[in-house]
């Protein structure tokens, strides 16, 4: 028997592009599975390699997903990245991914608007005047796209150093300072326990909202297998599930400064987006007062900043871990294809009925995981665009397996 390699031999696919914007998890997955049915798919990237959101992120990031779940259609992730994938493994997994698949990439590319074309299908505006049309386009630019910075009273004044957490990559710089961390979402709690952890004098932690706090992995048992077997509870069983299994792993923080929520974890993530945070460190900092939580920042004054409860403090540093937005608004959002909060109206292989053959990929946060969720998307949209019609895609192509 010859040797397996990893490489598809199969001749690329000819004739016109379908063009997928985006070349992170997302893209690189529905570019790999239209591929696989024998479709030209041509990934438009605007930085110069793809995956580059994993690369700028911060050393400390490691997926939350299990490897296992984690891999994309048609190759598995390596069992020596061990179960949590750090994020240069991650990185390097990309590069190998559309290494390995033959894909279509031009980097250098970004999209800028996506406008109907006369009599069907698609013209891309895009760098140096670009005009390029297709019968079908895939959406794939990513849940995290543009750094959200909220416009604070008195910022512009405040005169101290202010990050977005975005530009964070180590606790290096802030050895022996005070830092004030904004938002207790994932990223905020890592970086938090990162400074503390890396030597920062002080961190204390602002929260708005009081996160769901989940051990991301309990007696060897992933939250995320929780999370896939949840996703088709009806929100309130699912909520109840979930806040019985919190108290059962996660002791009490209140008198540390974080309450439990009062709203349902999978209510919250449906009808406001958040996520939930899963423990990497951040209950035991807590716990220890390494990291302390404290109220939500109101407003600055010059070198000042005041919370909500009228503390005011005057960190050397602040890191603003205050999410992204999803910046759709230019690109599609003249095409009645957005809701009120810039989200796509679907998503996987459905199209809005305005906008045939315009797809949507990993701009949703699902409890069971969004690279297991990309994923299966990637064969859905394939199968959607050689078939017409929504659906599961094959078996021989799914998460991690190759035929």
Known sequence: MAPRTDRHHAGPPLGPPLFVIGGGPGGLAVAAALRERGVRAVVLE????????????????????????????????????????????????????????????????????????????WVLHA???RRL????????????????????????GYGGEVVHAAAYRSP??????????????????????????????RVRLAVRTVPHLVRRSVAGWPAQYTGVLVRRLPVWLADRVLRL??????????AHGLPRPTTGLVARLRGADAFPVYDTGLVDAVRRGLVEPVAAVESFEQGKVVLADGTVLAPDAVIAA???????????????????????????ARTPAQAPGLYFTGFTQPVSGTLRELARDAAR?????TTGRPGRGSRRWRAGRRR
């Open 46 to 121: 605007k930085a110069s390699v793809v995956g580059a959101s994993w690369r700028g992120r911060y050393e400390r990031l490691r997926l939350h997903t299990t490897r296992r779940l984690s891999a994309l259609p048609g190759l598995p992730l390596p069992r020596q990245f061990g179960r949590w994938v750090a994020r240069d493994d991650m990185a390097r997994y990309l590069e190998k991914y559309a290494d390995v698949h033959d894909l279509e990439i031009v980097t250098g590319v970004e999209v800028f608007r996506v406008e109907a074309a006369e009599g069907g299908g």
């Open 127 to 129: 760098t140096g005047g």
């Open 133 to 156: 049309t297709s019968t079908a386009v895939v959406v794939a630019t990513g849940h995290h796209h543009t750094p959200l910075l909220p416009d604070w009273p008195g910022l512009a």
């Open 172 to 201: 290096a710089p802030y050895t022996g300072k005070d830092v004030l961390v904004v938002g207790a979402g994932n990223s905020g709690a890592e970086i938090a326990v990162d400074l503390a952890e890396g030597g920062a004098a």
């Open 245 to 254: 299994l919190c108290r059962l792993t996660v002791p009490d923080l209140s």
């Open 322 to 348: 205050t999410g992204y937005r999803r910046a759709l608004e230019d690109l599609v959002g003249h095409l009645g294809v957005l809701d009120a909060h810039g989200r796509p109206l679907t998503h996987g």
């Open 381 to 385: 949209i394939a199968r959607a665009v």
